[in-house]
């Protein structure tokens, strides 16, 4: 089964300018951009390796991951 590329490159390709713009002029953009690339490399190691995590665990982090993007572009779609 092939794995889907959740990077936020690849979820919103549409506002990669405003990622990278919000990266440098808000901190808070700057720390949930990098909680996504934890919670989302995590997921992502956790789904290519095979790694023994129950079904739950997993779940959770993907509700994480899920909370954060939203959040994210809460503030993507801001004026």
Same mark, same amino acid.
Request: proline fraction near 3%; glycine fraction near 4%.
């Given at each position: 089964?092939? /794995?889907?590329?959740?990077? /936020?490159?690849?979820?919103?390709?549409? /506002?990669?300018?405003?990622? %990278?713009?919000?990266?440098?002029?808000?901190? %808070?953009?700057?720390?949930?951009?990098?909680?996504?690339?934890?919670? &989302? &490399?995590?997921?992502? *190691?956790?789904? +290519?390796?095979?790694?023994?995590?129950?079904?739950?665990?997993?779940?959770?982090?993907? *509700? *994480? %991951? /899920? *909370?954060?993007?939203?959040?994210?572009? +809460?503030?993507?779609?801001?004026?």
């Amino acid at each position: 089964m092939e /794995l889907l590329n959740h990077d /936020l490159a690849h979820e919103f390709p549409q /506002l990669i300018g405003k990622i %990278r713009s919000l990266k440098l002029s808000s901190s %808070r953009f700057l720390h949930l951009f990098n909680g996504y690339d934890e919670v &989302n &490399n995590a997921i992502t *190691k956790i789904e +290519q390796d095979g790694s023994v995590i129950s079904d739950e665990a997993l779940e959770e982090m993907k *509700k *994480k %991951r /899920l *909370k954060i993007k939203d959040d994210i572009y +809460q503030m993507l779609i801001a004026p």
